[in-house]
Each structure stands twice: as C-alpha cells, then as structure tokens.
C-alpha cells in the first residue's frame, strides 16, 4: 500500500512493487508513492531499485502457457478485489480503479475456488478469464509474444530497474516437463531481450 511504498521510497534498497497486477497506469501510481518516499528523504532515483513482480508462464503451446497462467491470475484478481478471506480483513484497502474484471467474474473466483486449498484452478472458472482479463495478470503465450509484451512494459515503464518473475506452479501429471520447458523458455526470452539492447 501507499505507506509501505513511501516507506521504502525513504529507506530501502530496493522497492519491490509485488502485487502481479500489470496496469501500467495502477503501477505508476505506486512509483509515485515510492517517489515521494524518496523526495522525503532528499534520495535520488539511483538510489533505489526499483523491481515489478511478472507472472510468466511461456510454452510453445499458446493455449497451454495461457491456461497454466490463469491460476496465478485468478489469485491476484482475488487480492487486487479484496475478494478472499485474508484480504477482506484489510480495511484500509481500495480496490484499484484500474481493475477492469467483471464483478461475476471476480464473485465466481470467491465463492466456486478455495485458493488456499485447491491447487487447481477449476476449468469451469479458468474460462471466465478472457484473453483482456488475463493480460491484466501475466506474461503468457510463445516466446515471441511474451517477449513483446515485456518489451511494452519496460518501455511504458522506464523506472523500472528489474523484474521479478513468478512463474505458474506446477500441477498436473506432466508439471515437471511443463515447468522445464517454461524456464528454458523464459531463458530463450531473457536472451533475446538483452541482444536486443533491452537490460
């Protein structure tokens, strides 16, 4: 929230923005909070770092990437709404006005799925997250298609010193082949960017 990110403005090395939600405009907003935090404590921006947490989940299956990605997704919408048992209880919470998922959407997560104990996210609920929906949460999809979309948020966010990437968490009979192929894949990209001039 806003004092931790003033806070960490003023004393960190490193301010890590965590949230999983990719709104650059929501993502700006806690920069500026950072920043102040800073200009409170006469820093410059070279003296904090400051990170975005990506859930990313890359296959040579579109589908499979995106489908694997909703999980994550399905999670962060619950936080971001306020929506699950933990968060309700956060009273100084707003829900951003940046989220733009359905409320059926997010009333359906809350009530059908039990995050902390299912670790599967129900077929039935993972098709009510639309391709718009999901692009809100994660980097998902091919190689070349997530590798443009962490070109675009690096570029519309330029103080951005890092990501921090989460990947899916493996579930299912073939997780282990699965989450192979996602960090050989997440490599492939990594390279790619940085032969491109993108650091």
């Known amino acids: 929230g806003p004092v931790m990110l003033r806070l960490a403005g003023e004393i960190a090395d490193i301010a890590h923005m965590a949230s999983l939600f990719l709104s650059v405009d929501h993502q700006r907003e806690n920069m500026a909070f950072i920043h102040d935090g800073m200009a409170r404590a006469g820093r410059q921006a070279r003296d904090v770092e400051i ?8 296959s040579r299956s579109r589908d499979q990437a995106r489908r694997a990605a909703k999980r994550t997704a ?14 309700q209880k956060r009273t100084e919470w707003t829900r951003p006005a940046q989220l733009d998922v359905p409320d059926s959407v997010i009333e359906a997560l809350s009530t059908r ?9 129900p077929d039935e609920l993972a098709t009510l997250i639309s391709d718009d929906v999901l ?9 070349a298609e997530c590798t443009q979309h962490i070109r675009e948020l690096r570029s519309a966010l330029p103080e951005v010193t890092g990501f921090r990437i989460k990947l899916p968490p493996p579930i299912g009979p073939e997780a282990y082949e699965r989450y192979e192929e996602t960090i050989t894949l997440t490599g492939e990209v990594i390279a790619s960017l940085r032969a491109a001039g993108d650091q």
């Open 51 to 58: 990170d975005l947490s990506l859930t990313v989940s890359i």
């Open 74 to 87: 399905a999670q962060t919408i619950l936080w971001m709404a306020g929506a699950e048992r933990y968060s």
């Open 113 to 121: 799925w039990d995050m902390w104990n299912e670790p599967a996210l």
């Open 135 to 143: 692009n809100q949460f994660a980097v998902a999809g091919e190689p």
